[in-house]
């Protein structure tokens, strides 16, 4: 019955938002160069021509004039879809996100709603230049007042979109770039689950690996050697940020007592930081080996060809595999 | 003693001496006046002294400790009041944190915002219904949402129809200092080219806690906006009637489709930046001699009692701004701290389950300690530097 159709996530994004733009007209979207070009990665390519300037227009290169705009634009009762070019490029808007759109639901007791997207793609991998590949979202799933997500394939792309436009919350939507011509499965008539709640993408009894956005892919390959030589990993996609599926991670860490968080981020101070905390809280009495953390280094993104020592690979997990087991 | 540039040309439409007189430039301003009645200028002397004197209560309130600060606007009345009146009754405001006089204008319930200056709230009114937005304390921030706002209002159609009944605009309130922000100018070139029905108000009161206006800019105030296709006027900011006149024309203009002004409304703040700052470290007395004489309370009686209003007036506005100071002190001292539960609530529109725990967690913890009772803060409140 279902109606499957195979597109990449960048395809997968640029479907969810048309349908939220065809069912709601108060959705709107902008930023650099969105609108005829579609976007420097394509993402809403062909919206322009399907809804007009009124819908979806190019903004001024101003990223706290974007975030600042979205937000009086929800004042007056829009969605606005608003698209951050590059992960490196957030930070001028980052007290627009940071001391307005997350914090005046509160400030105003609940009288304003802040249904917003900000649409980040993030993280490395395509041997990009300074400021194009960094992994920004722990800095917003510390803020209180902001939703934080990212898919990891074309099915979750399409329908949390659909379900981050929806939220009367502001979202950011991180978007794993270098996953971006990606292919998969989407199934246009039913969603999957919730956009906070984490999902086991491969069952295994061994270790469990917790992962989110582009690594998740990267986690799936592990698993893969892993089980060559015997062992069973199991791979979760919390696909969450803020909040975090804590409850999720721990029934699988109590089937497996071992416990890897992976990210392209640094470590220090990070989303894996506060699993580790929260599992070690939620499940000491099950944990047969300290989590490990398998992440970028916590240096600047380096230069386009050291990428490769920098981010973490199937390899790097298995390492890490090996050392949980060695407990 | 006044600022450099005061040789500027300005709107003005009442002399010194309170008499109406109007240059032959600013003729369409003054036929602004022309259409307003005795009544509309009671009405703007009797809320620039009910706000003068509410001011000075609500300063008098913080020195005893039932405020954690307080940020007067003594002297910026007439901008205040002038322009308040100048915006249409639909229209939106979107304020810096000293409106209080702007506020009033708009019906917004002033304990409102002695809550927020008393540390129960960060705000809390309802800018639906008051259509005057919560006060922004970082700089320039509320530009840009003025500027969305009013993109929405394009995108409506709610502009140019020339229907009173569908178009509307925007006006935001800032201040000198805050032209040096980076959102000031990306508002001004988000509002020219997207040709927004706004109005940006720039309260120049001179003063940005102790850095004086030649800090933030080169060039006067009222030209900032030109680079980005924003033309701007200058105007006496303590003529109320000129403060009127030229918002009113330029919010119509707004309204009717022909795009964003910045309005410079000279004045000075006579006060402290706020309760926390001592202004005697970093200006003269006579500067502020200068300007008291200037007061805008003054000229407008003067043109009140030009006009012929008798001292039962003045008498009666003097009564009702005891009255209301005895309103605002009580209802001060009746105000009741915040429950527990509003330090999670509303931080999100729907649940997110870290809040919840952390409520949860609270409320326990604090059954176990007897209950949480909430207190009135005494004397001993900390006492903090506040915004700038």
């Keep these: 019955m279902s109606n499957m159709v195979e597109l990449s996530i960048a395809k997968a994004i640029n479907a969810g938002i048309r349908k939220a733009m065809q069912e709601n007209d108060k959705v709107l979207v902008f930023g650099e160069d969105v609108a005829r070009l579609g976007g420097v990665f394509r993402v809403t390519e062909g919206l322009l021509d399907e809804f007009g300037e009124k819908r979806i227009f190019n903004s001024p290169i101003a990223e706290s004039g974007i975030v600042g705009t979205a937000i009086g634009l929800a004042m007056r009762g829009f969605r606005p879809i608003a698209e951050i070019q590059f992960d490196g490029f957030i930070y001028p808007a980052f007290d627009q996100i940071v001391s307005q759109l997350a914090k005046l639901t509160n400030r105003s007791e609940g009288f304003l709603q802040m249904p917003v997207v900000i649409r980040v793609p993030y993280g490395g991998g395509i041997g990009a230049v300074e400021h194009h590949s960094e992994s920004p979202e722990a800095y917003f799933a510390h803020t209180a007042g902001l939703r934080v997500i990212s898919p990891s394939n074309a099915n979750d792309a399409y329908w949390m979109i659909q379900q981050a436009i929806k939220s009367p919350d502001p979202v950011m939507f991180f978007e794993p770039k270098r996953r971006y011509w990606q292919k998969g499965q989407v199934d246009l008539d039913q969603a999957p689950i919730d956009m906070h709640s984490a999902v086991t993408l491969r069952a295994g009894s061994d270790v469990t690996i917790a992962t989110y956005g582009p690594m998740v892919v990267t986690a799936l390959q592990a698993a893969e050697i892993a089980a060559q030589e015997g062992i069973n990993i199991e791979v979760i996609d919390i696909r969450s940020m803020s909040p975090i599926d804590f409850g999720h991670i721990a029934e699988s860490v109590k089937k497996t007592g071992r416990l890897i968080v992976t990210h392209e981020a640094g470590t220090f101070v990070s989303i894996s930081s506060e699993i580790a905390a929260r599992i070690a809280e939620l499940c000491f009495y099950y944990l047969e080996a300290p989590v490990i953390r398998v992440g970028g280094f916590d240096v600047p993104y380096p230069a386009a060809k050291l990428e490769e020592l920098y981010l973490p690979d199937a390899d790097r997990l298995m390492e890490a595999v090996d050392r949980v087991l060695a407990y | 003693?006044?600022?450099?540039?005061?040789?500027?040309?300005?709107?003005?439409?009442?002399?010194?001496?309170?008499?109406?007189?109007?240059?032959?430039?600013?003729?369409?301003?003054?036929?602004?006046?022309?259409?307003?009645?005795?009544?509309?200028?009671?009405?703007?002397?009797?809320?620039?002294?009910?706000?003068?004197?509410?001011?000075?209560?609500?300063?008098?309130?913080?020195?005893?400790?039932?405020?954690?600060?307080?940020?007067?606007?003594?002297?910026?009345?007439?901008?205040?009041?002038?322009?308040?009146?100048?915006?249409?009754?639909?229209?939106?405001?979107?304020?810096?944190?000293?409106?209080?006089?702007?506020?009033?204008?708009?019906?917004?319930?002033?304990?409102?915002?002695?809550?927020?200056?008393?540390?129960?709230?960060?705000?809390?009114?309802?800018?639906?219904?008051?259509?005057?937005?919560?006060?922004?304390?970082?700089?320039?921030?509320?530009?840009?949402?003025?500027?969305?706002?009013?993109?929405?209002?394009?995108?409506?159609?709610?502009?140019?129809?020339?229907?009173?009944?569908?178009?509307?605009?925007?006006?935001?309130?800032?201040?000198?200092?805050?032209?040096?922000?980076?959102?000031?100018?990306?508002?001004?070139?988000?509002?020219?080219?997207?040709?927004?029905?706004?109005?940006?108000?720039?309260?120049?009161?001179?003063?940005?806690?102790?850095?004086?206006?030649?800090?933030?800019?080169?060039?006067?105030?009222?030209?900032?906006?030109?680079?980005?296709?924003?033309p701007g006027i200058r105007v006496d900011g303590n003529d109320v009637l000129a403060c009127y006149a030229v918002t009113k024309k330029h919010m119509d203009d707004a309204r009717g489709g022909k795009g964003p002004t910045l309005i410079e409304a000279l004045t000075y703040r006579i006060g402290a930046h706020t309760t926390s700052d001592d202004p005697s470290k970093y200006r003269d007395s006579a500067e502020v001699e200068y300007w008291k004489a200037r007061d805008p309370l003054i000229r407008f009686e003067k043109f009140l009692r030009n006009q012929g209003v008798g001292q039962d007036f003045f008498d009666e506005v003097e009564a009702a701004g005891d009255q209301l100071a005895t309103e605002v002190r009580e209802a001060t001292f009746a105000m009741a701290d915040p429950e527990l539960e509003m330090m999670f609530d509303h931080v999100y529109s729907e649940p997110h389950p870290l809040i919840e725990e952390q409520k949860a967690w609270l409320q326990g913890y604090e059954e176990s300690l007897g209950g949480h009772t909430p207190e009135t803060p005494g004397d001993d409140s900390v006492s903090y530097g506040g915004t700038r």
Excluded at chain 2, 101 to 115: E, P, R
């Design chain 2, 1 to 230: 003693m006044t600022s450099p540039d005061s040789e500027i040309p300005m709107v003005q439409l009442l002399t010194l001496d309170g008499e109406f007189s109007a240059a032959r430039e600013y003729a369409e301003y003054a036929e602004l006046i022309r259409e307003l009645r005795e009544a509309d200028f009671l009405k703007f002397y009797r809320d620039m002294a009910r706000i003068r004197r509410f001011d000075n209560e609500a300063t008098a309130l913080q020195r005893q400790g039932q405020m954690g600060l307080w940020v007067p606007a003594v002297g910026q009345e007439a901008a205040q009041i002038g322009s308040g009146y100048g915006v249409g009754p639909n229209d939106h405001i979107f304020p810096s944190y000293r409106e209080h006089g702007v506020a009033i204008t708009h019906g917004v319930d002033l304990m409102s915002i002695v809550k927020m200056y008393r540390g129960a709230n960060h705000g809390g009114w309802n800018p639906h219904e008051t259509r005057f937005h919560l006060y922004a304390i970082v700089l320039g921030t509320q530009a840009l949402h003025a500027t969305g706002y009013a993109m929405g209002l394009n995108f409506e159609g709610r502009v140019g129809t020339g229907d009173p009944e569908n178009d509307l605009a925007v006006i935001t309130y800032f201040g000198d200092g805050a032209t040096a922000e980076g959102d000031i100018s990306e508002a001004f070139l988000f509002a020219a080219t997207h040709n927004t029905p706004q109005v940006f108000f720039c309260q120049n009161n001179q003063w940005a806690i102790s850095s004086p206006v030649g800090t933030q800019t080169k060039v006067p105030l009222y030209k900032r906006g030109e680079g980005f296709g924003v």
